[in-house]
Structures are given as C-alpha cells and as structure tokens.
C-alpha cells in the first residue's frame, strides 16, 4: 500500500517537475528573445518564414549578423527573421537545426557552416523540399549551396593580410600565423591564400612564414602558443591571426610582454580596442575585418532575392540590395557561385574608437 | 567505497522492489507520452512524418546508450566513446574513398571501434586501480588526436562515393532504416541483461566486485569484454554517423558520451552500478529525443533546451529521494 | 629494519617523491629540447596561464577525497566570470576587490546548490554534477546576452593580473596563499581530517559523532568558492568573458588530481600531490608548443603522457604495497 502511494507521489512530482519545467521556459523565452515568439507566428502561419543558422551562440560576432539579417527580412517582409543557434559549435549541431528548419517548412536558409562537406546530405533534403538555400559568412561545398556571401573574397583577404605583414615587418623578416583550429574552414582559405601570394608575388620573398599554430580558439591555448612562438623564434616580427578569439588572446600577450613583435589580422573592434595603437605600448597597429551586420544584411538580400525567383545563384545574374546597392552573383572557382560584399575593412587608431561601440 | 547502502541484489527479488522497478519503467512510458502531448500543443509542426525525418541524428545516440547502460551498471564509465565514432568514422571515409567497397569500409569502422575499445578494456583490467574516468579521458584525448592527424590539416575528409552509406540512411515508408536496427540492437540488449546469466554477472560486479569475484564471477574478462562491445557499438555508431555527414570531420562524435550516459541516467539507471534497467533508459533515450525535437521546432534558445534537460535529469533522481525520504519519516 | 631501506626505497615509499621525479625528467627533458623553457618569465607565464586549473585543482582534491566527482566546475567557473565581466562592461562595479567578492559570492551559490542536491537529496554526485553543468552553462549564456565583455571594456579589472607584489604576479600570489591555506587546513586542522575520514569510511566516521552530510555539504561549498574566484581570475588574466570560457576544462582539473596520485574512491591524496598533479599538466600545456611536436600531433602526446603517468602512478603504488608487505613479513 505504502509502495503504491509512494510510487503515485513519484508520478506526480515527475510530472509536476516537468510541466514547471516547460512553464518556466515558456516565461524566460518569451521575455528574453524575440525569436522564440517569431517562430510561433511563422509556424502558426503554416509556411514561409525566413531563417539563419548561426555557427554557434553566444558570439557577439553571429549576433550582430543575426541583428543585420532580421532588419532587412523584416523590412522587406514585415515578419521576423528566424535566428537558429546550433547547440555547439560543430556540424553535427547544425544537422539538428536544419532539419527542425525543414519541419518547420521555412522558405529559406541561409547558413554559416562549421563544415564545408558535412552538411550535404541535409542541405540536399532541404532544397529537394523547395527551400531555397544560401550561406553566408563560412561556405558549404557548391553542391549543397545555390549560392554564398562572402564578406570579402578569399583572395582579397589572403593579399591584404600579406600586405599588412610586409608594411609592419618593414619588407623582409620572420612572422608566425596563429590560426583557430587546424578544420576551421575560413582561417584555412585565407592561409592558403595568404601562401599563395607569397608565390606568385616576388616583393614578398623576403619574408618567411614560420609556423602556423593553432589556439584553438580558446584564450588559454592561444596563450601558450604565442608564448611558445615568442620563444621559438627570436627573429619573429610579426604575428598575424585570422581569427577573433586568437587574436585577442595574442594581442594581450605582447602587449603585456611589451614585445617589439607586432600583430595584424582578423578581430572585433570591440575586443581589439585596447590592443591598437601606433606607439611601442600597443601591440596592434591595425587590423581588418568587415561589417558582420552587412554580411547580415545581404544574406538577407540573397534570401529574399532567391524565394522571390529574381535569382536563381547561377553565375552572372544580379540583384538590388536596398540600400546598400546591386550585387551581381559571380563564379567563386569551387563549382559553385558566391555575392562578394567588398573589401575589408582597416581599422586602426584613427577610427578604432568610433568602431568599438558599433561591434 | 563506503555507504553502499540500499543496493540490493537478491536472486528472488521480492515483490515489492519489483513492483517499484516496474512502476519507474511505467512513469517513463507516462512521461514520453507527456511529452509527446506537449510537442503537439506547442508545435504545430509535430507530426509524425517530421519526428521520422529528423530523428536518425538523435537515434544513432542510441547505439552508444545500450553498452552505456553495461558499463554504469558494472560501476564504470566510458568517455572515450564520442572519441571513438570519431576515429571510426575517419577511418571508414578514408578507406572509402580510397576505393574500398562500402561493406569493407564498414567492417573497417567496427574493426577499428573495437580496437579502440579493446584498448580501453585492456588498460583498465589490466590496471584495475585506474579510475576508468581518467583512463578513458585520456584515451579521448588520444583518439580524437588520431583522427585529427589521419585527417590532415584541412580537418575534414568528404566520401567520394556515397551509393553504400545512402542506402543505411534510406527510409522504409517514411521510417528510416536507422530506427529498426536500433529497435533490433534494443531487444538484443535488454534481454541479455535482464535475461541471462551473463546479464546477472553484470549486475552482480556493479553491486560488489569484490564479492563477484569471490564467488567465481569472471570480473575482468566480463569488463574487457563489455569495453570491447562498447568499442564495437561506437564503429556501428560510426558508421550510422558517416551515412548522414557524407564524411566525417575532427568535430564528429564529440560530446556523444554525455548525451549517452544522461539518457541512461534518466533511465533509472545508477551511475555507482548494480542498479537500473535498460528498458528505463531506452524510453528515457526516446522521451529526450522528442523532447529536443519538439523544443527545437519551437526554435527555443540550445542553452535554454540544454538547462531544461539539466533540471529533468535531476529531478529525475531527486524527486523520488525526497518523496521516499518523506514517506519513511511518516510511517516511522 | 627502517633505517636500512635503500634510497631507492625511500623514494618508490613516497608517492609524492615518485612524481616529483617524473616532473624532473620531464622538465629535463624540455629543457634539453629548448634553454628557454626554466627562466623565470617562461615560469612565471606558465603559472598565470595554469593558476584557474591549479587553484580549481584544489578544491576537487578535497571532492575526490570524499569519494565524490564535480564536473561542473567549469560551467560554475564561466558564469561567475561572466557574471563580473558583465557588471563591469555595464560599469555596475568597478571595484577589483568587490568583483572578486562577487565572483566568489555567485561561486558559493553555486556550489551550495550541487552541495544540498548531494548531500541531502542523496543524488549521486556525477548525475548532480552533470546536470548542473548544462544549468550553469546556460545560465552564462543567458547572463551574456549573446555578448562578450572585451579588454576595452573591463576598465582597470584587468590591471590586477598585470601587477606585481615583491616580484611575483598577483595571480600567483592567489594561487600561493590558496595553497598555503590548503595545505595547512589539510594537514593540521580537524576539517582536514574529517575530510580524509568522512572519505575514507563513512559509515565508521558516522557512528564516531560526524557529520557526514555537513562534511559533504561543506566539500562542495568549497569547490564552488574555489571554481568562481578561479572565474574572475580568468577574465582579469585573459582580459576577456565569453559564456564558453574554460569549456570542458573540468576534465583537465579532475586529471591534474588523479595524475597527483589522488584516488577517485576517496580518502586518498595530498594537496603537495594535488599541486604536482597540476604542475604536470601546466607543463605539457606549455612545453608541448615549445619543444617543436607538429600542431596536429599535440592533442595526441598530451593523452599519452597523461596515461604514461598515471599508469606509473599504479605501478609506484604497487611497489610501494609490495614493500610494506616485505617489512611486515621481516
């Protein structure tokens, strides 16, 4: 008898526990993030509904492109965007969302890709259940894509990063890449292509690449990299590191160090803004990067310009983008095609203080 | 370890303990219907035919949750196993595209999920004062290592020809072929646990090791060989892995091992072994997928759906406690 | 018979001693491979960059002794870090002292909660532990709203982890006086001992009059103090909160104990082994760039040597039994 009590008193505690649990969560979304409230529309709705699949949450970079590719969808189409974090930063992560994307039968996707191949399979189902498929930010392989935003083409960024190093070294000299991790599909490209400038162009034969290490995108080992490249190579001028968590962390250790070893690179505004600076004290004199909340912008574009039939994202077609004018779809030499936003970006002391409030 | 208190093992069990058992596998049953109940009120969604199509991803999990659910009952653990699919999977894509047929390539993915966990084993029967934890963490560390070096510095291999991997991943009607072989697996491996002398051995190294060995229990070769099968389970879950990613990358696999034992956990099944079923933790598996298929429709914050199931797998343990603590006090 | 136990004895006798020479042989070793590694601004970084893991280190030594396991250490860490990181980029607190106090203050919650779930909801630490881990983890991510506070923002709080006290860098300086404090409490005090007992044989200590669950309570108390002070320590050394700061870094922490010769069952282990424990993976985390293994092949040689090492450990330990055996036989 008292076992069956006791086993009841169970049930209901179960049940309780979890309807609180689902209660409470209900409150905290709709308080916290509108998504949350925008996807009840779209799916109340039944159909249609633009959506972004981040690379992972909690990035204030995903979030200002999130934040640029909500306003345009939902001034084009008066309804929210859908903002879809995976839970972490892997591509088996993202496999979940798209597919939740596909129940929820949205009408595009546009995406960032933690890998260029692994996604296949899924984007393949999304798009043979009519759901027009971009990428932006970090591209898939062109068979599972129409078509990509790149912020800034892969060359582009490679010779300019090369060109940053050749400045800072003087012409000739050491420097080291700190990288993400070695998988990191963006940070790969542009070495390569920061390698291949180096071939082809001969005013940069007096520099020699020494290592490229990997932080892994964590402070922590980053840290110990820069420390290790410091050590290991007395002659070593500069350090560039195509990626924001890198370096900041690298930044901090020479400016800290008070290291004559300079650094460029890839870096938000915002983490970078106590690093940059002409004297000896700061460790960055400039760096790049582009506007995350345009590459937001004109996902959104692409999107809209691809549910819309005004592209197709074969090679040579173009479109209008606002405000911030025609983008036309070209070849991007992987098979596939891609919309290049434009340059990138210099910041250095004279408008790192107008920038970091920005992003 | 001390306090071992309210483990019991008997060979006839007695009838209350049996009914409380039964009546937590009937709460979990209760619960996934719970919950299915609530993905349909708060998605609009959640039918049938989208659960189908997204649930391979969740359900190749389920591989790892069945020799999981062996290990926590011998009063191990093994977080190596995310480790393993990954290397498994590496390796399968690798042979593949270097034009090995698939079903070769699949016998590679398990030959080598085996190794890997035949290592495991062997360490850990062979140095029996190791906490498997650290031993398995750092078997983690070194097959994710293995996999990263085998993939080269691009970090990511794509399959060249998918015709074998495309044909596991099919669909018989609208349920994927995924689901069958782990219903298969499922049966196979609650009835060798709740059925059998061997599953009774289990159990009995999970309760006391010591006394298991004394009455001629065979308590390493009955450890190696559970390892080895988790070995071979994570090749399987490799292999299931690869046909959905077309290819496998240094991020594949990763964070599989929490997702298994929390599934068993939620299940009823006890971490510090001898106790649970594996029926509890097979409908504890399904009730979180849906659970995150639903919750993911709605397009709730990851971190939010993750502090969800958080409180669930406590309370789930925590609940009961208190109310047993409550109960004892009122008719003492 | 004691007095003639050979050197070599003396040393396989003291596990502590053991490991120091595997330290030895390991710095050696880097050393040879490269002379920059053992000056003392290589140290001195090293020490910074490892003082979270060190000083976490402590506190799970006590929850190992207890025969407990506490991986949401990590999360706990990261969303008290956040949590300062975010008061200050808000301009809320200013004050370095108070941030510390804060952060501790969430850590001690924090670690109250995972103590009353154990220790009087009776649920087994690693399932308490793992569910809280994905709670506080969430939390921080929640506390971020999706933003990270950087360099420019944290203002004078990162000051703290670039000044210095006699030569020697504040964060060391914590990570010192939580040592001494550790090492004293641990050896001398009576909470010491009941830790050491309540972990050794619980129902024994239970029927001596302690405590147990108090014990408990207590032990994790501490871990959670420890893990937010280790919180705010991250973001003034590396002058940046992100909500996965220290992702999975817990395992770290629990393998800098086993590798200290702490046992997992409880009742065994030393904070001197605690600290060689963290040493030893301070180093590997250091040398491993330092001594020229391919970036690649670094994940890979740190896992076998944190197995090399704990394999030695066994081995050591069973000589160790073999030879108090031979004395009881002589």
């Known amino acids: 008898m008292r076992k069956k009590l006791l086993s009841m008193l169970m049930c209901m505690c179960l049940t309780a526990a979890l309807l609180a649990g689902c209660g409470s969560k209900e409150d905290t979304t709709a308080s916290k993030s509108a998504d949350t409230e925008t996807a009840e529309e779209t799916t109340e709705a039944s159909n249609g509904g633009y959506a972004l699949v981040t690379k992972a949450a909690g990035n204030p970079y995903n979030e200002k492109m999130a934040e640029g590719f909500s306003d345009v969808i939902k001034e084009l189409t008066g309804t929210d965007?859908?903002?879809?974090?995976?839970?972490?930063?892997?591509?088996?992560?993202?496999?979940?969302?798209?597919?939740?994307?596909?129940?929820?039968?949205?009408?595009?996707?546009?995406?960032?890709?933690?890998?260029?191949?692994?996604?296949?399979?899924?984007?393949?189902?999304?798009m043979n259940a009519g759901i027009k498929v971009s990428c932006l930010d970090s591209k898939t392989n062109s068979d599972s894509r129409m078509t990509f935003v790149n912020q800034a083409g892969t060359k582009e960024i490679g010779t300019t990063?090369?060109?940053?190093?050749?400045?800072?070294?003087?012409?000739?000299?050491?420097?080291?890449?700190?990288?993400?991790?070695?998988?990191?599909?963006?940070?790969?490209?542009?070495?390569?292509?920061?390698?291949?400038?180096?071939?082809?162009?001969?005013?940069?034969?007096?520099?020699?690449?020494?290592?490229?290490?990997?932080?892994?995108?964590?402070?922590?080992?980053?840290?110990?990299?820069?420390?290790?490249?410091?050590?290991?190579?007395?002659?070593?001028?500069?350090?560039?590191?195509?990626?924001?968590?890198?370096?900041?962390?690298?930044?901090?250790?020479?400016?800290?160090?008070?290291?004559?070893v300079k650094l460029t690179g890839l870096g938000l505004p915002s983490e970078?803004?106590?690093y940059i600076g002409d004297d000896d004290a700061h460790s960055c004199p400039y760096m790049y990067l582009w506007n995350p909340i345009d590459v937001g912008r004109l996902g959104a574009y692409v999107s809209s310009a691809l549910v819309n039939g005004e592209i197709t994202g074969a090679a040579g077609e173009s479109f209008t983008a606002g405000d911030m004018g025609d983008y036309e779809v070209v070849?991007?030499?992987?098979?596939?095609?891609?919309?290049?936003?434009?340059?990138?970006?210099?910041?250095?002391?004279?408008?790192?203080?107008?920038?970091?409030?920005?992003? | 370890m001390a306090g071992k208190s309210g483990r019991t093992i008997s060979n006839t069990p007695d009838k209350s303990l049996k009914s409380r058992l039964l009546c937590w596998e009937s709460m979990m049953i209760l619960l996934f219907i719970l919950v299915n109940v609530l993905c349909i009120c708060i998605s609009p969604t959640y039918n049938i035919r989208n659960v189908f199509r997204e649930m391979p991803k969740y359900l190749i999990e389920m591989f790892l949750l069945f020799p999981m659910a062996y290990i926590l009952v011998l009063g191990d653990i093994d977080i190596s196993v995310g480790a393993i699919v990954c290397l498994s999977a590496t390796m399968a894509s690798i042979a593949t595209n270097n034009g090995v047929p698939f079903l070769v390539a699949a016998v590679i993915a398990i030959v080598v999920g085996m190794l890997c966990g035949l290592v495991n084993g062997c360490i850990l029967t062979m140095f029996t004062e190791l906490p498997p934890m650290i031993v398995t963490l750092a078997t983690q560390i070194i097959f994710f290592g293995i996999a990263e070096i085998a993939l080269g510095s691009g970090g990511s291999i794509s399959l060249t020809d998918t015709a074998g991997y495309k044909a596991i991943s099919a669909k018989i009607g609208m349920v994927p072929v995924v689901f069958f072989v782990v219903i298969v697996f499922a049966v196979i491996f609650t009835v060798i646990l709740s059925r059998t002398t061997f599953g009774r051995n289990v159990y009995a190294i999970?309760?006391?090791?010591?006394?298991?060995?004394?009455?001629?229990?065979?308590?390493?070769?009955?450890r190696l060989l559970i390892f080895t099968a988790t070995g071979l389970m994570a090749g399987i879950c490799a292999l299931f892995l690869t046909s959905i990613l077309y290819g496998a990358n240094t991020t594949t696999g990763k964070g599989f091992e929490m997702d298994a034992i929390a599934m068993a956990v939620f299940g009823g099944i006890s971490t510090s072994g001898g106790k649970g079923?594996?029926?509890?933790?097979?409908?504890?598996?399904?009730?979180?997928?849906?659970?995150?298929?639903?919750?993911?429709?709605?397009?709730?914050?990851?971190?939010?759906?993750?502090?969800?199931?958080?409180?669930?797998?406590?309370?789930a343990v925590l609940v009961p406690n208190i109310s047993m603590a409550f109960t004892k006090k009122k008719t003492a | 018979m004691k007095d003639k136990k050979s050197i070599l004895g003396k040393i396989t006798a003291s596990r502590e001693a053991s490991l120091m020479i595997v330290l030895i042989i390991l710095c050696f070793v880097i050393q040879m491979r490269n002379s920059s590694f053992l000056t003392p601004s290589s140290i001195g970084e090293m020490l910074k960059n490892n003082a979270v893991i060190m000083v976490m280190t402590l506190g799970m030594l006590n929850v190992l002794l207890l025969g407990g396991i506490d991986i949401s250490i990590a999360s706990?860490?990261?969303?008290?870090?956040?949590?300062?990181?975010?008061?200050?980029?808000?301009?809320?607190?200013?004050?370095?002292?108070?941030?510390?106090?804060?952060?501790?203050?969430?850590?001690?919650?924090?670690?109250?909660?995972?103590?009353?779930?154990?220790?009087?909801?009776?649920?087994?630490?690693?399932?308490?532990?793992?569910?809280?881990?994905?709670?506080?983890?969430?939390?921080?991510?929640?506390?971020?709203?999706?933003?990270?506070?950087?360099?420019?923002?944290?203002?004078?709080?990162?000051?703290?982890?670039?000044?210095?006290?006699?030569?020697?860098?504040?964060?060391?300086?914590?990570?010192?006086?939580?040592?001494?404090?550790?090492?004293?409490?641990?050896?001398?005090?009576?909470?010491?001992?009941?830790?050491?007992?309540?972990?050794?044989?619980?129902?024994?200590?239970?029927?001596?009059?302690?405590?147990?669950?108090?014990?408990?309570?207590?032990?994790?108390?501490?871990?959670?103090?420890?893990?937010?002070?280790?919180?705010?320590?991250?973001?003034?050394?590396?002058?940046?909160?992100?909500p996965n700061m220290m992702y999975a870094k817990e395992m770290d922490v629990i393998a800098a104990c086993v590798i200290g010769g702490v046992s997992t069952t409880g009742g065994r282990g030393s904070v001197g082994g605690a600290l060689i424990g963290a040493l030893i993976i301070a180093i590997i985390a250091k040398a491993l760039p330092l001594v020229g293994i391919d970036a690649i092949a670094q994940n890979t040689v740190k896992g076998l040597i944190i197995l090399v090492v704990i394999v030695l450990n066994v081995v050591t330990q069973r000589t160790m039994d073999k030879n108090v055996l031979k004395g009881r036989e002589m």
């Open chain 1, 81 to 126: 965007a859908i903002i879809k974090h995976p839970q972490a930063a892997t591509a088996d992560a993202q496999i979940e969302v798209i597919n939740s994307l596909i129940s929820q039968g949205v009408s595009s996707i546009c995406i960032a890709a933690n890998d260029e191949n692994a996604l296949q399979a899924v984007l393949e189902d999304a």
């Open chain 1, 161 to 260: 990063l090369m060109e940053a190093i050749l400045d800072i070294t003087g012409g000739e000299g050491q420097f080291a890449i700190l990288s993400a991790t070695s998988q990191a599909t963006n940070q790969n490209a542009w070495i390569d292509a920061m390698k291949e400038a180096m071939e082809t162009d001969d005013k940069y034969s007096k520099l020699e690449l020494v290592e490229v290490a990997y932080g892994d995108d964590e402070p922590q080992k980053s840290t110990d990299q820069t420390q290790a490249l410091l050590s290991n190579y007395p002659d070593l001028k500069v350090i560039c590191a195509p990626t924001t968590v890198g370096i900041a962390a690298a930044a901090k250790v020479l400016q800290d160090q008070k290291s004559k």
């Open chain 1, 272 to 274: 970078m803004a106590e």
């Open chain 1, 331 to 359: 070849d991007a030499g992987d098979g596939g095609t891609e919309v290049i936003l434009g340059a990138p970006f210099k910041f250095d002391p004279s408008n790192i203080e107008e920038w970091k409030t920005v992003y």
């Open chain 2, 206 to 222: 999970g309760s006391n090791r010591v006394a298991a060995y004394y009455s001629g229990v065979p308590v390493q070769r009955i």
């Open chain 2, 277 to 315: 079923r594996l029926l509890g933790g097979i409908i504890s598996g399904f009730t979180i997928v849906c659970l995150r298929i639903g919750l993911g429709q709605i397009n709730m914050h990851p971190q939010l759906i993750l502090i969800i199931l958080g409180i669930l797998l406590i309370a």
């Open chain 3, 76 to 242: 706990t860490l990261a969303l008290s870090g956040m949590s300062v990181g975010m008061l200050i980029k808000r301009g809320i607190v200013t004050n370095t002292f108070l941030c510390f106090m804060i952060a501790i203050l969430i850590g001690a919650v924090c670690g109250a909660i995972v103590g009353l779930t154990i220790s009087k909801g009776r649920v087994l630490p690693i399932i308490a532990t793992m569910g809280f881990m994905y709670i506080f983890r969430g939390a921080a991510y929640m506390v971020s709203s999706d933003e990270w506070a950087g360099a420019d923002a944290l203002g004078s709080f990162k000051d703290f982890a670039l000044n210095s006290v006699l030569g020697i860098n504040n964060i060391i300086w914590i990570v010192i006086v939580c040592y001494a404090i550790f090492f004293i409490v641990m050896k001398w005090t009576k909470v010491g001992r009941m830790v050491y007992a309540v972990g050794s044989n619980r129902e024994a200590t239970m029927i001596s009059g302690i405590r147990a669950d108090r014990v408990e309570f207590f032990v994790y108390l501490i871990m959670g103090i420890l893990s937010g002070l280790a919180g705010a320590m991250a973001v003034t050394v590396y002058a940046s909160a992100q």
